[in-house]
Nanobody, 125 residues
Framework: VQLQAFGGGLVQAGDSLRLSCAAS????????MGWFRQAPGKEREFVAA???????YYTDSVQGRFTVSRDNAKNTVYLQMNSLKPEDTAVYYC????????????????????WGQGTLVTVSS
């Protein structure tokens, strides 16, 4: 599975941005797809995920502002980010986990099998 994330950019606080993650290769609608981010000097952290069944999960800091969705026909996962804050500034990565995932496992980096190259989101105050 090859993943390519794009859609990042420089925005102001309060703006919106939509990230996309296009998958190719051994793709399947049953894969769980996750979004992670890594700010400078920090560990990569879980942001959001969507399972093959469409269940969605978010970290507390983005709940209510970010929405993860998928279009299986296009093999693409999206992360709609609204009301962006400077603390959302990071490189955002998409990842794919083969097979099923639980509400616990989707938040764990090491369970994901494939990663995209990341796209930079910068939110100015």
């Amino acid at each position: 599975v090859q993943l390519q994330a794009f859609g990042g950019g420089l925005v102001q606080a309060g703006d919106s941005l939509r990230l996309s993650c296009a998958a190719s290769g051994r793709t399947a609608s049953t894969h769980a797809m996750g979004w992670f981010r890594q700010a400078p000097g920090k560990e990569r952290e879980f942001v959001a995920a969507i399972t093959g069944f469409g269940s969605t999960y978010y970290t507390d800091s983005v709940q209510g502002r970010f929405t993860v969705s998928r279009d299986n026909a296009k093999n693409t996962v999206y992360l709609q980010m609204n009301s962006l804050k400077p603390e959302d500034t990071a490189v955002y990565y998409c990842a794919a986990k083969l097979g099923r995932a639980t509400s616990t496992t989707v938040t764990i980096k090491k369970v994901y099998d494939y990663w995209g190259q990341g796209t930079l989101v910068t939110v100015s105050s």
